[in-house]
């Protein structure tokens, strides 16, 4: 456990809190101090949802701290039984209650007792694993539960559909842009023919969750959240699972044809018909997918070869990386993680593709290393996005954190052939082109700013004079960043402080010489 003002993922329990409360009818008590309970204010504000079952905080306060916690919890877990009846209570850890040490099992196993709903506790260890990685292990402990409750009771139906059909694993509550790629992988599954059998966990019921075994296969469009799942169904019941994040015109292809390849094996044991989408992929990519065309258009040859960072979970960021390399011609700097967990399947996906790879959970350590880059944009987080306004560089946000401008109320998916067009949109939006910054030198718009240092970590170590500044200042806005930095580095080399005229024009004849 370490402090920090700043963390690209939360703690575990926001990760089983997101999970349990996606479900329907799922009850989670988080037995935490006031000040932890504002997942309920968080969801319905970001997601402006109304009608969602809350979370419930088993309050630690001093009372507990005096004469310990036990009994309140277990009339928390009594009480909500008694009012809600819900399918399932997922009573939370903290990391308040680890420190404690509690043993939140005992008050588990005292409350199943007297509760006619089912009562689990959420395993995770909160010192080691972070909000998507319990979320992960929290989806899978649920349909786990689930599933041997239903193999006990024998009302588990193993026989597959009379159509092909897939579960979609992993979409949950205050994810980024979750619900409406849901949607278009619907519509998208739709359009194949292919029944959508369960979604778990968002709107799913547990009650549904018997009929999971019954699908042809498994789609898990986030690595962070349902890959445990997958990887169970396929372990226990032999459904095999893609877990491609069908993410811009190549990858979506590609998740199609792995589809193909599923159902075609189908077939031979089913003595069913075998499908062939190649012509639906030409269709969508030529008439439904403007991203193919604008790649090959002037306004997106102008932003070839042009550096971009890129930074957020393993799936977005390997993702918007492939895009940006293989389908825009823009060149990637550096493609980077927060999910150190994935570092060997994110490392695989983007080795080839981008100068450097960073992963790292030190924002400072991101900012740093856009600093020293200077890319014309960023691709980020909201994290980036605040880098890149105290660097005047532009941002793009392609994955969580993220801020409540990022849970739209228009349609925005990222995944699917309409997210090729949103994503295509965004990377364009995201870059200053040459007249605009032209425009905003001559019109006085943000490119006049007195350039800031450009290594966010060591500030104030050099000294511009007022007319230096005003020099700087003349230089086009599109090479005045890399000017100064090139000065700066001169100047440390040279052991300067105060940088003049002189000093810049100094730096300026040793570069071209």
């Known amino acids: 456990m370490k402090l920090a003002y700043w963390m690209y993922a939360g703690p575990a329990h926001i990760g089983t809190l997101r999970v349990a409360s996606s479900f329907r009818n799922v009850h989670a008590i988080m037995h935490a101090p006031l000040g932890d309970d504002y997942f309920n204010v968080m969801r319905s504000m970001l997601e402006r949802e109304r009608d969602f079952t809350p979370v419930t905080a088993s309050i630690v306060d001093r009372h507990v701290l005096a004469r310990g916690s036990q009994e309140k919890v277990i009339n928390n877990i009594s009480r909500k039984d008694e009012e809600q009846r819900p399918d399932l209570i997922v009573l939370t850890p903290t990391c308040t209650s680890s420190i404690l040490q509690e043993d939140l099992q005992n008050f588990v196993d005292r409350a199943s007792i007297h509760c006619g709903s089912d009562v689990i506790l959420a ?68 359009d194949l023919g292919i029944v959508v059998n369960q979604v778990v966990p968002e709107g799913g019921s547990l009650k549904d969750l018997k009929d999971l075994p019954r699908a042809w296969f498994n789609i898990v469009p986030y690595r962070e959240v349902g890959l445990m799942t997958a990887i169970l169904l396929e372990e226990d019941f032999g459904i ?189 939006n995201s870059f200053t082109l040459g007249m605009e910054d032209h425009l905003l030198d001559v019109f006085g718009g943000h490119d006049t700013k007195e350039v800031i240092t450009k290594l966010l970590s060591t500030d104030k170590d050099l000294e511009w004079t007022p007319e230096t500044q005003q020099e700087l200042n003349r230089i086009p806005g599109f090479v005045r960043g890399k000017i100064k930095r090139n000065t700066e580095m001169f100047a440390r080399q040279k052991n300067i402080k105060k940088i003049t005229v002189d000093v810049m024009y100094a730096a300026k004849e040793e570069l071209n010489g």
């Open 123 to 190: 395993d995770v260890n909160h010192y080691r694993v972070n909000e998507l990685q319990a979320a992960d292990r929290t989806l899978e402990q649920i349909v786990r539960h689930c599933l041997d409750k239903s193999l006990k009771q024998k009302t588990l139906d193993r026989s597959v559909t009379d159509k092909p059909s897939a579960n979609i694993i992993g979409t949950s509550t205050l994810g980024f842009h979750n619900q409406h790629d849901c949607r278009e992988l619907k519509r998208l599954l739709q």
């Open 240 to 428: 095999p699972y893609i877990s491609t994040a069908p993410m811009g015109i190549l990858d979506t292809a590609d998740f199609i044809r792995q589809i193909e390849e599923i159902i075609n094996a189908w077939s031979l044991i089913l003595s069913t018909g075998r499908v062939h989408y190649k012509t639906y992929i030409e269709n969508q990519t030529k008439f439904v997918s403007q991203a193919a065309w604008f790649s090959r258009s002037i306004d997106c040859q102008n932003l070839a070869g042009k550096e971009a960072v890129v930074f957020g979970d393993a799936t977005h960021a390997a993702s918007i990386t492939k895009i940006l390399v293989k389908e825009m011609g823009i060149h990637v700097s550096c493609s980077g993680t927060y999910c150190k967990h994935d570092t060997k399947w994110f490392s695989e996906q983007v080795r080839d593709l981008c100068d450097d790879i960073l992963i790292t959970e030190d924002h400072t350590q991101v900012g740093d290393t856009i600093a020293w880059i200077e890319p014309f944009a960023i691709f980020g987080t909201q994290m980036e996005r605040h880098i890149g306004k105290r660097l005047d560089i532009p941002c793009g946000v392609i994955s969580s954190p993220v801020h409540i401008q990022n849970f739209p109320l228009g349609y925005r998916p990222f995944l699917g052939y309409e997210g090729t067009n949103q994503i295509a949109d965004l990377v364009y």
